[in-house]
């Protein structure tokens, strides 16, 4: 199975901060399209989780473009700009390039 | 728009078989590359993935419970059911489906306990 290891397991910030989360994968997800399979998910306290960014660094619709996704093969950052009270939960990384698909144990993103 | 609803028993005993249903609109299933899959979260956990029904139904399954888990689809009603055998206590946790993973249902609360 591939690994997901997501650092740091919790931030605390202050609201204005930026922040990065990172996610590095045990094999490359780089899958035989040519296209790499690595998502972002927000789970906000209570709530589903909600997808944010595809394919490394595709936007959903409606995410602001405060959030940002880099990275390749086996190494990806999220990037919050600004952070609002709204995007505070815990955020997972997970690839669907290999079976089977994989999550990170997840950041918690706090207040400071 | 596009809802998913996922319903299950809410309780069950060890030993049982937990069938879950999710109940979607705004898409449809027999439309290609769409996927709908289940996750779980035990409580205060992490996500886990357990399996996903390809529109050209394709199956894929978790090794870690494949034994135990059978996913099928009623495209006609816009349904998606996971039914997963011999539960015991570590398969409490929240049920989740969801579409492409861009869209997920509310999820549904499972307990196993005797």
């Known amino acids: 199975d591939v690994v997901m290891t997501q650092t740091p397991p919790s931030l605390s910030v202050a609201i204005g901060q930026s922040v990065s989360i990172s996610c590095k994968s045990s094999q490359s997800l780089v899958y035989s399209d040519g296209k790499t399979y690595l998502h972002w998910l927000l789970q906000s306290s209570g709530r589903s989780p909600k997808r944010l960014i595809y394919?490394?660094?595709n936007l959903d619709s409606g995410v602001p473009d405060r959030f940002s996704g880099t990275g390749s093969q086996k190494d990806f950052t999220l990037k919050i700009s600004r952070v609002e009270a709204k995007d505070l939960g815990v955020y997972y990384c997970a690839q669907t390039t290999h079976f089977p698909w994989t999550f990170g144990g997840g950041t918690k993103l706090e207040l400071k | 728009q596009v809802t998913l609803k996922e319903s299950g028993p809410g309780i069950l005993q060890p030993s049982q078989t937990l069938s879950l249903t999710c109940s979607f609109s705004?898409?449809?299933?027999?439309?290609?590359?769409?996927?709908v899959g289940w996750i779980r979260q035990p409580s205060g956990k992490g996500l886990e993935w357990l399996a996903t029904?390809?529109?050209?139904?394709?199956?894929h399954y978790n090794p870690s419970l494949k034994s135990r888990l059978t996913i099928s689809k009623d495209t006609s009603n816009n349904q998606v059911f996971l039914k997963i055998t011999s539960v015991d206590t570590a398969d409490t946790g929240t049920y989740y489906c969801?579409?492409?993973?861009?869209?997920w249902g509310q999820g549904v609360m499972v307990t196993v306990s005797s």
């Open positions: 029904i390809g529109w050209e139904d394709v199956k």
């Open positions: 705004g898409f449809l299933l027999s439309a290609s590359s769409v996927g």
């Open positions: 969801a579409h492409n993973w861009e869209y």
């Open positions: 394919q490394v660094s």
